[in-house]
């Protein structure tokens, strides 16, 4: 069962890196009624859909040294996790595990197209979302990938 999401103001704003390779879906709720006849009749719960994300994008070749962890065995005094990883941990762990909303910019809504605002003041593409669930982090040689989404929280 997932826990109650707080319903205040977003504070944080996810990293442009994080925003550019997801697709969104858009959901209706609608209710439905079905005759015996097999007619129906439907008519749609609220004004509104609902819209979420699936971001899937690799990560970057850069590295950087997790301080304090040893590798395999201990044979490997230095372990290495990709920077964008490491700026997903960070960001998930600000956000409370995935409990708490932040913006998110829909890159392909803004105006001008693509443009990023950090701190989350243009309105224009912004959506007030949590994550859904965790992520997924698959490690290969040399980089990395990340798998998570994201749903609209509606105030």
Known sequence: MVPNVSSETPALVMPRALCQSYTQTRTSVVWINEY??????????????RRSWRLQQRLTNALIEVPGATGFRGRDPKVYQSAQIETLNDFYIATKNGLTSFWFYDLFETAPRFSYDPTGIAEQGRYAVRFLGGFDRTFFLGRASAVFSLIEVHA
């Open 36 to 49: 015996s006849d097999g007619g129906s009749t439907r008519r749609a719960i609220t004004n509104d859909s």
